[in-house]
């Protein structure tokens, strides 16, 4: 017998999630008031890489006014299951002091990745951090995190596409799907 592909079903459409985030655009913008000046405030945009680069990319163009663009490398993740021990393996460029930042990830699940990442880079001074999570999977969480802007609200399944992963593949599906359902 021939190994079947995976089974994929759409969750969410190019055309739902482009909508989605445009509409995150403005509300991200809208929570940072222009400074004492009226000059608009700069946020600095952390992708945690790999999984948010899509998402990073689309809204980083769906918010009006100055943003910088910094990375960071993680991982926790085998296959499909965490393993609840974060690795940075790619630090910021760029020192945060001062600056308003907003952590940008693909996901929420366990909240551990998130709940690591958020103190490694509180001890780092920057004026603000807010987190932007694309999806968030609430039935999942191991550890309560704050997520200042949320995409999608979604049960517990694991997804693929717009950047998220199984195994390396999948990242350039432009649709978010279901893996392992018909
Ligand atoms: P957490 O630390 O919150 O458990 O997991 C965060 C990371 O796990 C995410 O950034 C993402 O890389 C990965 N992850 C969690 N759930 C999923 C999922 O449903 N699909 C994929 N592809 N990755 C996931």
């Known amino acids: 017998m021939m190994p079947q592909p995976p089974k994929l079903s759409t969750l969410y459409s190019p055309a739902v999630i482009a909508n989605r985030v445009a509409a995150m655009g403005l509300e991200i913008r809208a929570l940072y008031p222009p400074d004492s000046d009226a000059n608009p405030t700069r946020i600095t945009l952390i992708g945690v890489l790999k999984g948010s680069y899509v998402f990073l990319a689309d809204l980083a163009r769906a918010i009006p006014g100055p943003v910088e663009i910094e990375f960071l490398g993680v991982s926790s993740y085998n296959g499909t299951e965490s ?9 910021l460029r760029a020192d945060i002091a001062g600056r308003h930042c907003l952590l940008v990830e693909d996901i929420a699940d366990t909240g551990l990745t998130l709940d690591y990442l958020r103190r490694a880079l509180e001890v780092r001074g920057p004026a603000s951090l807010r987190v932007a999570a694309f999806l968030d999977k609430p039935s999942r969480r191991i550890v309560p995190v704050q997520l200042d802007f949320i995409g999608f609200s979604i049960p517990d399944h694991f997804v693929v596409g717009y950047g998220l992963d199984y195994d390396q593949l999948y990242r350039n599906l432009p649709e978010v799907a279901i893996l392992g359902k018909a």
């Open 83 to 91: 393993s609840g021990n974060v690795r940075i393996t790619h630090d």
